[in-house]
């Protein structure tokens, strides 16, 4: 069962910066598809962004230019840098993992197997 786990998030200023985390339990995790989502309370949940096994990224335009996703697989760690953070991007964020052969093409709305529990992050204007 792979294990994701969450971390870096907080309360910061419109335009400030966050950079979450998420570690994997997974010793394969240099092939997977992985990815980062986030949701406030009830609205649907939003792909963001999503990095495949060979390093290719894709995001949501709602976040182009401003997040960036990456991955250190000597670390089994995935990382979302959040800059010009503006108060529309309050949510909870979660980060999602699955065998890239699962998510063909490793999508930011792919349906992903494994989940972390979330951070949540608080922008202020």
């Known amino acids: 069962q792979v294990q994701l786990v969450e971390s870096g998030g907080g309360s910061v200023q419109a335009g400030g910066s966050l950079r979450l985390s998420c570690a994997v339990s997974?010793?394969?995790?240099?092939?997977?598809?992985m990815g980062w989502f986030r949701q406030a309370p009830g609205k649907e949940r939003e792909g963001i962004a999503s990095?495949?096994?060979?390093?290719?990224?894709r995001y949501a335009d709602s976040v182009k230019g401003r997040f960036t996703i990456s991955k250190d697989n000597a670390k089994n760690t995935l990382y979302l840098q959040m800059n010009s953070l503006k108060p529309e991007d309050t949510n909870m964020y979660y980060c999602?993992?699955?065998?890239?052969?699962?998510?063909?093409?490793?999508?930011?709305?792919?349906?992903?197997?494994?989940w972390g529990q979330g951070t949540q992050v608080t922008v202020s204007s």
């Open positions: 990095i495949d096994s060979d390093g290719s990224t």
């Open positions: 997974e010793s394969d995790y240099s092939r997977y598809c």
């Open positions: 999602a993992a699955d065998h890239d052969w699962v998510v063909a093409g490793c999508p930011i709305y792919a349906d992903f197997g494994y």
